[in-house]
């Protein structure tokens, strides 16, 4: 269990490190502008040593706000993730670690969407936008480290949730356990199933 919930918290840790390295950056895409090329991220656009806050002139505000939003959000469900990874290894009972790495693997998961849902909007406007009114223009490495943290998360769920696996826990058992569903004892046998097919048959015998 240990090792896939270690190996799950590495890779969330590094891809929460990508991820906040790609938000705050500027240098998500680059184009050709008076003989050199400009940078801008998500807050800022620079050009000639000098930067600026991103303005609603080229593109949407909807665009920005949406993009950071998702990026900040994907960002503290997988601090929120790392935190409960690391809760998962105190002394505890063998279930409540399982049912933390559970909700770990949920959280480094619902990042992951985020993360997939900001890259995509960036892409798919930047692409339309940028192809009709730049000549020369192309992806950095800010944005490149968004996709690549949205792998880091996307392995650190997968890599929780395989704790679950190696334990012999099914996810549903760990949801009905973590409902209380799973407190009740075992239910009682019949009397049938108590006595073996001879014993049965000579009770029968007697009467």
């Not at 997988?78 to 105190?90: H, Q």
């Not at 730049?134 to 890599?159: H, K, N, P, Q």
Request: with cysteine; net charge positive.
């Amino acid at each position: 269990m240990y090792s896939f919930v270690g190996g799950g918290l590495f890779c969330a840790l590094v891809g929460n490190i990508l991820l906040v390295v790609s938000t705050v950056t500027d240098y998500w895409m680059q184009h050709w502008l008076a003989g050199s090329f400009t940078h801008q991220g998500l807050w800022r656009r620079c050009f000639s040593g000098k930067c600026y806050m991103q303005i609603e002139i080229l593109f949407p505000v909807a665009y920005w706000n949406a993009t950071r939003a998702f990026m900040i959000v994907a960002a503290l469900s997988c601090f929120a993730g790392i935190l409960t990874g690391i809760l998962s290894f105190a002394q505890l009972a063998t279930f409540q670690r399982l049912s933390r790495s559970f909700a770990a693997g949920v959280l480094f998961f619902i990042s992951t969407i985020f993360i997939l849902l900001a890259m995509g909007i960036y892409t798919g406007i930047t692409v339309n936008i940028l192809g009709k009114r730049f000549g020369e223009w192309r992806f950095s490495w800010s944005y490149i480290l968004g996709w690549v943290a949205l792998l880091m998360t996307f392995f650190a769920g997968t890599s929780s949730l395989s704790s679950l696996k190696e334990q012999g826990l099914s996810k549903g058992r760990v949801i009905a356990e973590a409902l209380g569903l799973g407190r009740m004892g075992p239910l009682p046998k019949s009397v049938g199933f108590q006595h073996g097919p001879r014993e049965a048959h000579s009770n029968a015998a007697v009467v």
